[in-house]
């Protein structure tokens, strides 16, 4: 399938999930649906640099939370629409990224991620000290009610204010927008991941990660290639953290850089399959989809404890994700 056309159908597939959770009109499912899309949205994220070129990152929280500020930081100052603090976000944690690639991807291995997990701890040594945003005890984020028209959209652009006043009408809370904005960043998410695997570039990320010394003896660019696969993981994952704090109204340094977004970055990734773009997605749907249920049935604190024995199951039975386990047994088949 083209790119065009994988665009379009992804497209399709958004607004169809878009229109069933509208008709079934609960608030509850765009709570627990905007948690598995933004999962979705960090484990393709994670996997582009981790999966695709080989490089594990134990900094995925780092990334987010750099989002999440990025965000509390403008509503402080100057408050803006949820889209530019996305794009605005995926921008700073994109230069991020590409710092952090610069400083760290000589090295290899454990050294690396050992190093990106450091990161993560500088970042959040500097937000609990950061009186603007909060510090320590965190910062509070008053989400709008209703979802309006920016006021310089209706003072400059009258005819496009009238057009995207009647679409925002179709939201019933804030929830809802939040919710379809997540979507869209999904689908952006994955229709990246996508094109980079089948591109001459996510040929040379393969070649990283199967031998990066034969790839350098090869010729093959991968520093530049590296750069480019930490400032693209960086960036999504940082567009996935600024809608957070209008989603939760209340962010601490503790719930941003918290473990659980670490984890599940990496072990959704793994349990999917990390050599494919629907890998992440699938082990997103499935574990986002079980913590879910967990939180409301049982209690949230059990949401580790699940990751934990699902990727212990995963790595026993299928080593390379469920993608990875469905090809096999085809494979299988076709002998």
Same mark, same amino acid.
């Given at each position: ?28 499912y765009y709570f627990a649906g905007y948690v598995v899309l933004q999962f979705i949205v960090l484990a393709t994220a994670w996997n582009i640099l981790g999966g695709y070129c ?10 987010? %939370? ?20 996305? %794009? ?38 500097? &937000? ?63 229709? &990246?991941?996508?094109? &980079? ?29 590296k750069l480019i696969a930490t400032t693209v993981s960086g960036g999504l994952m940082g567009m996935a953290g600024a809608p957070f704090p209008y989603y939760i109204g209340y962010?601490?340094?503790?719930? +941003? ?31 986002? +989809?079980?913590?879910?249920?967990? +939180? ?16 212990? +199951? ?7 994700? &469920? ?13």
């Amino acid at each position: 399938m083209r790119a065009p056309l994988f665009l379009v159908v992804a497209i399709l597939v958004g607004a169809l999930a878009f229109a069933v959770f509208y008709l079934v009109d609960n608030e509850y499912y765009y709570f627990a649906g905007y948690v598995v899309l933004q999962f979705i949205v960090l484990a393709t994220a994670w996997n582009i640099l981790g999966g695709y070129c080989g490089y594990v990152n134990f900094g995925s929280a780092a990334f987010f %939370a750099l989002g999440a500020y990025t965000s509390v930081t403008i509503h402080k100052l100057a408050p803006m629409p949820i889209p530019f603090l996305i %794009a605005i976000a995926g921008i700073l944690t994109g230069i991020v990224g590409f710092g952090m690639g610069y400083l760290t991807l000589r090295l290899r291995g454990a050294f690396f991620a050992i190093a990106t997990l450091a990161m993560a701890v500088v970042l959040q040594t500097l &937000i609990v000290n950061w009186d603007f945003v909060g510090g320590a005890r965190g910062a509070y984020v008053i989400r709008p009610h209703d979802v309006t028209v920016p006021e310089f959209v209706s003072a400059y652009m009258g005819p496009v204010a009238g057009l995207l006043g009647a679409f925002l009408k179709i939201f019933r809370s804030y929830v809802q927008y939040l919710f379809f904005l997540m979507l869209v960043l999904t689908v952006i998410a994955v229709a &990246i991941a996508r094109g &980079i695997e089948r591109s001459r570039l996510g040929y040379g990320f393969a070649t990283i990660r199967d031998d990066e010394m034969a790839a350098e003896a090869s010729g093959v660019p991968t520093l530049r290639l590296k750069l480019i696969a930490t400032t693209v993981s960086g960036g999504l994952m940082g567009m996935a953290g600024a809608p957070f704090p209008y989603y939760i109204g209340y962010v601490e340094p503790a719930s +941003t850089f918290g473990l659980a977004y670490a984890v599940n970055s990496i072990a959704m990734p793994m349990i999917g399959g990390t050599t494919s773009w629907i890998g992440p997605v699938i082990g997103a749907v499935l574990l986002g +989809t079980v913590q879910q249920v967990a +939180t409301v049935t049982i209690s949230s604190a059990v949401n580790l404890l699940i990751v934990g024995l699902l990727l212990i +199951t995963f790595v026993i039975v299928a080593p390379n994700g &469920i993608v990875g386990l469905v090809q096999e047994r085809l494979r299988a088949r076709g002998q």
